[in-house]
């Protein structure tokens, strides 16, 4: 992709999976680890992916994606869709314990009733990983398309989101 580079990101669920970033952006930006203060990670009930909202005694690990191009973080911003809102943070990198200032996605309905828990990463991994690649293929392969749908849309026609608890896969 073209475009400036140089915009930190940091992600928290999904996005910290170097496989998913791969099939966004064709590579895999350099990335630390770090921790975000003052916010909580929820799971949000019949998704596959998590999202945060401002907590006080809060902590979210996960990564800064370093170097993101101008167009890279347009897509990103599309694949986050109108759930979430962008919005600068700093963090703390655990290697270093270096302070960034970077981007993050924060999810906009901060009374969402479907919010609840601690999303986990490795849990994440074990039992939705494989899906949420495959819709990720499939959310790229329909931005190509002349009427791309967008992220929830491509999501909502992969997973039985509306209405199971599991939100597992739709199965021909």
Do not use: C
Not at 23 to 45: C, E, Q, Y
Not at 77 to 92: G, H, I
Not at 97 to 117: A, C, F, H, I, M
Not at 137 to 164: C, H, S, V, Y
């Amino acid at each position: 992709m073209t475009g400036k580079a140089g915009h930190d990101l940091f992600v928290y669920g999904s996005l910290q999976d170097p496989q998913v970033v791969y099939v966004l952006l064709n590579r895999v930006p350099d990335h630390s680890s770090a921790v975000l203060s003052g916010f909580h990670r929820f799971k949000i009930k019949n998704r596959l992916y998590p999202t945060i909202l401002p907590d006080s005694t809060g902590q979210v690990t996960g990564k800064v994606l370093k170097g993101i191009t101008d167009d890279e973080r347009k897509l990103l911003d599309d694949f986050e869709d109108v759930e979430y809102d962008r919005k600068a943070v700093e963090v703390v990198l655990t290697d270093t314990s270096e302070k960034l200032q970077v981007g993050t996605y924060v999810w906009r309905n901060k009374d969402d009733p479907d919010l609840y828990g601690e999303w986990d990463f490795e849990e994440w991994k074990l039992h939705d990983r494989e899906a949420f690649l495959t819709a990720t293929k499939k959310f790229m392969e329909e931005r190509k398309l002349p009427e791309a749908k967008t992220r929830i849309d491509t999501f909502k026609t992969f997973f039985k989101q509306d209405d199971t608890e599991d939100g597992k896969p739709l199965h021909s």
